[in-house]
Nanobody
Framework: QVQLVESGGGLVQPGGSLRLSCVGS????????MGWYRQAPGKQRELVAT???????NYAVSVQGRFTISRDNTKNTLYLQMNNLKPEDTAVYYC????????WGQGTQVTVSS
């Protein structure tokens, strides 16, 4: 069965960096568009970034220039490098596999606070 397992979240000060990882299993990782989404308390889940099988990327305006999405198909792993983090980046971050049926990871908490 399809599984997505995120890691790398934590507490960081404003201006700091984190790298999230998501390992996919149960499907051919390289064939699918992958993405990161986030959900802050009291808000709807929102797109952060996506990367297609040909590595075309797309970012939310709020993270452009600060976050970088990438993938390593040899490791079935999706990454999100987050730099210059802001308190408004605080949220649970979810890994997503696209396609006719979407799949989600369990989420990893990112807290940006001094």
């Amino acid at each position: 069965q399809v599984q997505l397992v995120e890691s790398g979240g934590g507490l960081v000060q404003p201006g700091g960096s984190l790298r999230l990882s998501c390992v996919g299993s149960g499907y051919i990782f390289s064939l699918y568009t992958m993405g990161w989404y986030r959900q802050a308390p009291g808000k709807q889940r929102e797109l952060v970034a996506t990367i297609t099988r040909s590595r075309t990327t797309n970012y939310a305006v709020s993270v452009q220039g600060r976050f970088t999405i990438s993938r390593d198909n040899t490791k079935n792993t999706l990454y999100l490098q987050m730099n210059n983090l802001k308190p408004e980046d605080t949220a649970v971050y979810y890994c997503n596999r696209g396609g006719a049926t979407e799949f989600w990871g369990q989420g990893t908490q990112v807290t940006v606070s001094s």
